[in-house]
């Protein structure tokens, strides 16, 4: 049955190839190496060439069977080539025997990572962001990866940089205009989400899981570092004065309340201004205040 359908997409359907227990394999070899030398030495001395033959034809047998014993180690597997044709691959460990004539090319199932360098990209707004990813994955097809890409391991490389740059350049690095909206800097965990479904759609055709993919690195570029930290002490800053406005506000509303319901002083309305000028000034100014205190008049 051919591997590939005319008319669909091409890809390389892995199956399992045909092999033997290793060890019973190389009793046969010892078996074929004993009995080649028996013949050639009996035959010899007996001066019987077709005899002499059959002993060099045994042991030629046995080096040629002994050519198809591998081993398999754990999480590894050998994908076997049969005169350009993939015949199959053997994924469990052990020692084992196969086609002789076979080439055989491992392939580690390890879980491997990839950290990608240091991209220089602009983000939604075109501000220039360094970003790196960290990409964990894993070869599930063998024969996809062998065959139908070239050099998965560079593939995986290539497609998770362009995915890195694609996904930078659709969010924000910070929600500094929608406080509601998206971006890389607070969105992590739907970010690494969105990187590692985009990179699994991508590198599926080489048989390649991605287990997981996160940012590792998300910094302003240093041409504008020291513009985008000012902006965002300024910011810190109005947010703060913000705040301290708006509990000064209330302790004011509080005292008054408080001076009212308690009936403990008149106060017409220019000096209620007074008094709120005095207090907004004492719980908002960032130095001490020094209070005046009136001590009456000699008049």
Do not use: C
Not at 97 to 119: G, Q, T
Not at 123 to 141: L, Q
Not at 257 to 285: F, G, Y
Request: hydrophobic share 45%; aromatic share 8%.
């Amino acid at each position: 049955m051919s591997d590939k359908t005319p008319g669909t997409s091409m890809h390389t359907r892995e199956r399992s190839a045909a092999a033997v227990n290793g060890f019973f394999m190389l009793l046969v070899v010892f078996a074929l190496i004993g009995g080649g030398l028996y013949l050639f030495v009996s035959q010899g001395e007996a001066n019987n060439p077709p005899g002499i033959l059959a002993g060099v034809g045994l042991l030629f047998v046995a080096i040629l069977t002994a050519v198809g014993l591998f081993v398999v180690a754990p999480n590894q597997a050998k994908a076997l080539v049969f005169f350009g044709r993939y015949v199959g691959s053997v994924r469990d460990s052990g020692f084992w025997w196969a086609n002789p004539f076979a080439r055989r090319k491992e392939v580690s199932l390890r879980v491997r990572n990839f950290n990608s360098p240091k991209l220089k990209v602009n983000d939604e707004r075109g501000n220039p962001i360094e970003i790196a990813a960290v990409v964990v994955w894993r070869v599930t097809e063998t024969a996809r990866a062998l065959f139908d890409v070239d050099a998965f391991k560079s593939f995986v490389e290539i497609q998770s940089e362009t995915v890195v740059r694609n996904l930078a350049s659709r969010y924000p690095y910070d929600p500094h205009d929608d406080p509601e909206g998206k971006s890389l800097l607070t969105d992590g965990e739907e970010i690494a989400h969105l990187l590692r479904d985009e990179l699994q759609a991508r590198i599926e055709v080489a048989g390649i899981e991605i287990i997981d993919a996160r940012l590792t690195h998300l910094a302003y570029s240093p041409e504008i570092a020291q513009a985008m930290l000012r902006r965002q002490q300024a910011e810190a800053l109005v947010a703060a004065r913000f705040a301290i406005v708006e509990g000064a506000v209330s302790m004011v509303e509080l005292a008054l309340n408080q001076l009212k319901t308690q009936d403990i002083v008149e106060l017409d309305e220019e000096r209620k201004a007074m008094m709120v000028n005095n207090l907004m000034v004492a719980l908002v100014s960032e130095h001490e205040t020094a209070p005046i205190i009136n001590a009456g008049s000699l008049y």
